[in-house]
């Protein structure tokens, strides 16, 4: 089969539009069809992205212009010719995200799921992609940066020649185009290049790729305490530093991030900033998934189908597991402290006890409807919902202590991570790729450690009950305790929107604000007659005792409305873990949970 040729320019910046052509040597001589998919891996919901698309047009090789019609809302056919058939389209990207494609005249950025059409019946081909500058004196400075290998000819950041043995590899390699930072460093031998896009003053990329190598290093040796070997020969974590953004979304060698430029390290301030804290830990996060769902995958996954959702039950292992994993790498990397562990473990706790949905929806649930529910969030979400990311944290907790307790230490979540790593993932892409089934997981647990989870996979990943992790966390001389407002401030049970105005975004089932009739998008305009604002309805309910009547005037929509609220007990401000016990055998048993 001979090899799919791509070149991609950004043609029009001030338009935001790349153009990119596509040739197929040997096309179906009924006529060639080509899809882009609707989704990228990684953030489970129909995009689209076939929307972006503003022209198309098909050339044969002696230049003669082919019909081409559209067949659905991602695909298209064209006539049947001789010899080569070329597509030529442009794709609009002004997303400014780490889904999709963006460009400007500072920076450029683009997932392959988003400008890459497949070629249907050559998905297996090589794929040669020539990735090239936009025209003007004021791009000269501008750069490639992408884990894509370079094809012969082609310098390292250098525009030119890429290339892919197929198009699943070609659409799982986001590239970065424009001016920016760059570091590299070596994890156990392996280089990885830190690119940073954007403007920022003072960075200290030194300190940066410092802090990523001891990250890096702890994972590797986690999935490969005896070769340390890496799963990739080169890794790119890029970034694109915003006023005020947030995300992160793997590849099988690189990671594309977004993050305030605040959160980033200043030169000659060595502090651990909770905006820096935070960075890290969505770098550790993604860098996980390097192993955890980017090679250990469920049998869905195996391969993905981008024309159409991929339904699994799976995602609390995949997405929770290394939500729980990405803070616990910083303190065993010595990143964080175990103080500043705690109060991230304390976070979560907090987040997922605060939702009714984890009453309602078991983290397998969640998983299986994340295209619908969770990256569709509505008002109602805290009622209705539970996070595979944050309530399968605790799970992943939850299975780590129980197996360690069980097991006297010798064994833990690592042992079961391992396991999944050798015979799912080592060698994932170097033959036919397999996946985890669905119905498997429990065995595979029980096969890694030997302890008996069954409850624990009953009520935590197939139940609606809380997680015991107060009793759970005894043998390591650890307690979890709510913290209470000791000034017993009253509270509506509601969350606000950020604004001039106080207007409820969320309203939790059962509060005193649900009970009274308010909802969200409901303004609050006076608390007993007098003004409330986005800034003050704090400082003025503290003037009262849980229990007691007030009356609250609010607009939904244009219309006034008066509720006689009857208000709620002080919030939760937070749960906090802390060290109770520093005898001996809790200490070790602590130390083997956090030092790894």
């Known amino acids: 089969m001979k090899p799919i040729r791509y070149t991609i320019v950004p043609k029009q910046t001030a338009a935001h539009l790349f153009e990119v052509t596509v040739t197929v040597a040997d096309p179906d001589p009924d006529g060639q069809r080509f899809m882009l998919p609707v989704w990228i891996p990684g953030s489970y919901m129909i995009r689209e992205f ?135 460093f070596k994890a156990h031998g392996v280089p990885h290049d830190i690119v940073i896009s954007g403007r920022v003053v003072s960075l200290d990329m030194e300190r940066l790729a410092a802090d990523l190598k001891k990250i890096c290093e702890a994972q590797i040796a986690l999935f490969e305490p005896k070769s340390k070997k890496a799963p990739v020969d080169r890794y790119v974590f890029m970034t694109l530093a915003v006023s005020d953004g947030y995300g992160g979304l793997e590849h099988r060698a690189s990671t594309a991030l977004i993050c305030n430029r605040t959160d980033l390290p200043v030169q000659g301030r060595t502090q651990l900033t909770e905006g820096y804290r935070t960075y890290l830990g969505l770098c550790s996060h993604e860098y996980f998934h390097t192993w955890n769902v980017k090679r250990i995958k469920p049998a869905t996954f195996a391969p993905y189908d981008l024309t159409q959702e991929n339904y699994t039950s ?143 996979f009953a009520d935590g990943v197939h139940g609606t009950k809380d997680l015991p992790l107060e009793t759970l966390l005894e043998p390591f001389g650890v307690s979890l305790k709510a913290d209470i407002d000791p000034n017993g401030k009253p509270s509506l049970g509601a969350r606000m929107r950020a604004g001039a105005d106080c207007t409820l975004a969320a309203v939790h089932e059962g509060s005193a604000a649900q009970k009274a009739g308010l909802s969200a998008g409901d303004v609050l305009i006076a608390l007993d007659g007098l003004r ?33 609220v009857k208000l709620d007990g002080p919030d939760v401000q937070r749960y906090k873990f802390a060290i109770t016990d520093t005898r001996a055998a809790a200490r070790k048993a602590r130390d083997a949970w956090l030092a790894g």
């Open 314 to 456: 799976l995602l609390w292992l995949f997405e929770g597991f290394t939500s729980y994993y990405d803070d616990l790498i910083l303190v065993r990397s010595g990143r964080i402290t175990t103080e500043d562990y705690f109060g991230l473990l304390g976070k979560t706790v907090g987040g997922v006890l605060r939702g009714s949905g984890r009453l309602k929806q078991t983290v397998a649930e969640s998983s299986f409807d994340a295209w619908v529910k969770y990256y569709r969030q509505d008002e109602n979400a805290a009622n209705a919902i539970v996070s595979y990311y944050t309530k399968g944290s605790l799970v992943a907790l939850a299975f780590d202590l129980t197996i360690r307790a069980q097991t006297g230490n010798r064994k833990s979540l690592d042992d079961v991570m391992r396991l999944l790593w050798q015979r799912f993932g080592r060698d994932f892409y170097r033959g036919k790729p397999v996946g985890i089934a669905e119905g498997e997981v429990e065995a595979l647990f029980a096969e890694a450690t030997g302890a008996d989870l069954s409850a624990l």
């Open 532 to 564: 409330i604002n986005g800034g003050n309805l704090d400082a003025l309910l503290a003037r009262y005792l849980p229990g007691d009547k007030v009356e609250i005037h609010a607009f939904r929509r244009d219309e006034l409305r008066v509720a006689q």
């Open 50 to 184: 076939a929307r972006n698309i503003v022209t198309l047009r098909a050339f044969s090789d002696a230049g003669r212009k082919v019909r081409v019609t559209k067949t659905d809302k991602q695909s298209w056919q064209a006539a049947p010719v001789k010899g080569a058939l070329t597509l030529r389209y442009e794709v609009y990207a002004w997303d400014l995200s780490v889904r999709a494609a963006h460009l400007d005249d500072t920076t450029g950025f683009f997932n392959g799921t988003s400008v890459f059409l497949a070629v249907a019946g050559h998905e297996d081909a090589r794929c040669i992609v020539d990735i090239q500058k936009p025209a003007g004196a004021q791009f000269r400075g501008w750069r490639v940066a992408t884990a894509l290998p370079e094809a012969r000819g082609t310098k390292r950041y250098g525009f030119g020649l890429y290339e892919a043995r197929d198009y699943d590899e070609l659409a799982d390699h986001p590239v970065t185009l424009g001016e920016f930072a760059l570091a590299t």
